[in-house]
């Protein structure tokens, strides 16, 4: 069953851009979103790593991208099979939304998500089938959804499932459906609407210091200038999902390094602010540039030093403080 549309998106260009810096973005300007499907699969076999397979034949539609298929291969789908404990389930109508990267924040929010919000006028027919280890903030989100029954299984166990139902992938990861994300961010914001919190603040700094990485070496002089500016720093992991919604539904500037603490801008109003730190020379990581132009945010960036350029990804990097001040002045005016 067609559930959307291809489409062809066009994103806005972050407010601040350089012309040197031009090629970090524009391979994300336009692209091709494709169209999405609710499939039925018979008599297959689903992992805890989100991977459907049926006679030891991999289904692709379970990836979430197309280079998993060399690491979901036929070696892996024998080792399940063989040190696994299978469980049968009954006749019934089950669902499959996660992926493999289902237990971060970023891809749960913003891939798995959306596609119970696509579906959440039927879901009460169906037993959605998770994992057991995911985490409070899995558990908080999926409140705001109706199912008929939730079924978690082991790491430890691999299911055998008579008929299955799957929602095709909604993009690439990075790439959003842009009605799509935006309805689910009015829905979630009236469901927890009767979340209050004690951080009353419309600048918002997001802190990675209790994070293993991606922190930002420097990080006493920006929260001073930050400070000096009216911004309030807070480190999102002290804070319950339903408390995260509530800050950030009254936030109208936020800035954070790239990490998970920026899908909370999937609950910012429109036409407010957001300011990403990003290591220099990381030219594949857009997907929160992608996403503020699909929630109608403003988006500025920050390239800071990073200090392992082996691993960009994960680097922590230095600010560099002066130009941060010209560019928090440029966005406060927005």
Same mark, same amino acid.
């Given at each position: 069953?067609?559930?959307?549309?291809?489409?062809?998106?066009?994103?806005?260009?972050?407010?601040?851009?350089?012309?040197?810096?031009?090629?970090?973005?524009?391979?994300?300007?336009?692209?091709?979103?494709?169209?999405?499907?609710?499939?039925?699969?018979?008599?297959?076999?689903?992992?805890?790593?989100?991977?459907?397979?049926?006679?030891?034949?991999?289904?692709?539609?379970?990836?979430?991208?197309?280079?998993?298929?060399?690491?979901?291969?036929?070696?892996?789908?024998?080792?399940?099979?063989?040190?696994?404990?299978?469980?049968?389930?009954?006749?019934?109508?089950?669902?499959?939304?996660?992926?493999?990267?289902?237990?971060?924040?970023?891809?749960?929010?913003?891939?798995?998500?959306?596609?119970?919000?696509?579906?959440?006028?039927?879901?009460?027919?169906?037993?959605?089938?998770?994992?057991?280890?995911?985490?409070?903030?899995?558990?908080?989100?999926?409140?705001?959804?109706?199912?008929?029954?939730?079924?978690?299984?082991?790491?430890?166990?691999?299911?055998?499932?008579?008929?299955?139902?799957?929602?095709?992938?909604?993009?690439?990861?990075?790439?959003?459906?842009?009605?799509?994300?935006?309805?689910?961010? !009015?829905?979630?914001?009236? /469901?927890?609407?009767?979340? *209050?919190?004690?951080?009353?603040? @419309?600048? +918002?700094? =997001?802190? &990675?210091?209790?994070?293993?990485?991606?922190?930002?070496?420097?990080?006493?002089?920006?929260?001073?200038?930050? !400070?000096?500016?009216?911004? /309030?720093?807070?480190?999102? *992991?002290?804070?319950?999902?339903? @408390?995260? +919604?509530? =800050?950030? &539904?009254?936030?109208?500037?936020?800035?954070?390094?790239?990490?998970?603490?920026?899908?909370?801008?999937?609950?910012?109003?429109?036409?407010?602010?957001?300011?990403?730190?990003?290591?220099?020379?990381?030219?594949?990581?857009?997907?929160?540039?992608?996403?503020?132009?699909?929630?109608?945010?403003?988006?500025?960036?920050?390239?800071?030093?990073?200090?392992?350029?082996?691993?960009?990804?994960?680097?922590?990097?230095?600010?560099?403080?002066?130009?941060?001040?010209?560019?928090?002045?440029?966005?406060?005016?927005?």
């Amino acid at each position: 069953m067609l559930l959307l549309d291809s489409e062809n998106i066009t994103r806005n260009h972050p407010v601040n851009l350089r012309p040197e810096h031009q090629r970090y973005f524009e391979k994300e300007y336009n692209k091709t979103l494709p169209s999405v499907y609710l499939k039925m699969h018979k008599n297959v076999l689903l992992t805890s790593e989100g991977i459907i397979f049926k006679n030891l034949t991999l289904i692709k539609e379970s990836l979430l991208m197309p280079e998993h298929g060399t690491t979901f291969n036929l070696r892996y789908i024998i080792s399940v099979v063989l040190r696994r404990k299978k469980v049968v389930l009954q006749d019934g109508n089950y669902l499959f939304v996660f992926n493999v990267w289902y237990q971060g924040y970023f891809h749960w929010l913003t891939e798995c998500l959306p596609k119970l919000y696509l579906i959440k006028d039927f879901l009460h027919q169906y037993t959605l089938l998770l994992p057991d280890n995911i985490s409070s903030f899995h558990r908080s989100s999926l409140k705001a959804f109706q199912f008929k029954e939730i079924l978690y299984f082991s790491t430890n166990e691999y299911l055998a499932i008579p008929n299955l139902d799957i929602i095709t992938q909604l993009a690439e990861t990075g790439s959003y459906n842009i009605q799509l994300i935006k309805h689910m961010r !009015s829905y979630f914001n009236d /469901y927890f609407s009767f979340t *209050e919190t004690s951080i009353l603040a @419309e600048k +918002i700094y =997001i802190s &990675r210091r209790k994070a293993s990485r991606r922190k930002i070496i420097n990080e006493e002089h920006v929260e001073k200038l930050l !400070s000096d500016a009216g911004f /309030y720093s807070i480190i999102m *992991e002290d804070f319950s999902f339903e @408390e995260q +919604i509530a =800050i950030m &539904r009254q936030c109208k500037y936020l800035i954070s390094m790239h990490g998970a603490g920026l899908t909370n801008m999937l609950f910012m109003p429109t036409n407010t602010c957001v300011l990403e730190f990003r290591p220099e020379g990381d030219e594949s990581n857009l997907c929160y540039f992608s996403l503020a132009s699909a929630l109608n945010i403003f988006y500025f960036y920050q390239f800071g030093l990073p200090n392992n350029l082996k691993n960009i990804h994960n680097a922590d990097i230095l600010i560099d403080v002066p130009l941060l001040q010209q560019t928090v002045e440029q966005m406060l005016k927005y």
